[in-house]
């Protein structure tokens, strides 16, 4: 199977959960995520707000001993802002809520991040991930290097979304 046929596959599935669903499956992958040891050692961590049925981690904007930053996109490009309680939010044209850009204010580089949680539609057991196809999380992380002292990337998804048979990566 092609990358477009397993994505609609599965953002199909994913659209049939209903919101109790989605509430008790979030639930139950934040309390994963904070008892980890990665989320435990990391300090700026990197995370989205859920569209369209994606696990919601909005509980960890309250944990207060960590710095968290939300992804805005602008053209082809993602950034990340630091989130504060007074940050605005608006819709991108896709729907997602994200920061309102503010060209005063410096975004986060990548290698200022300990950690990043991305939205996935499905991943393998090899560690690949199918987002959406947009590419922003590729682009953005692009030039970090892979060593003990890079960003960990970690994608955030459902138990269903995991693909047995390894993912077109091209």
């Known amino acids: 199977m092609n990358k477009t046929t397993i994505r609609s596959q599965l953002l199909k599935q994913r659209k049939s959960l209903n919101p109790n669903q989605i509430a008790s499956l979030s639930e139950k992958i934040v309390k994963h995520i904070t008892q980890s040891e990665l989320y435990q050692q990391a300090n700026h961590i990197a995370l989205y707000l859920p569209f369209n049925g994606e696990v919601d981690l909005t509980a960890l904007l309250q944990v207060e001993h960590k710095k968290h930053y939300l992804p805005s996109i602008q053209g082809k490009h993602m950034q990340f802002q ?55 999380y590729d682009r953005y992380f692009e030039h970090i290097v892979t060593d003990n002292n ?21």
């Open 82 to 136: 630091r989130h504060t309680p007074s940050l605005l939010l608006k819709k991108h044209r896709y729907g997602i809520d994200q920061p309102e850009f503010i060209g005063s204010l410096q975004p986060v580089q990548p290698v200022q991040l300990d950690l990043c949680l991305m939205p996935l539609v499905g991943f393998d057991l090899n560690g690949n991930r199918l987002g959406m196809g947009g590419g922003y």
């Open 150 to 170: 890079a960003t960990q990337l970690a994608g955030i998804g459902y138990q269903f979304q995991q693909q047995q048979q390894k993912l077109p990566t091209q």
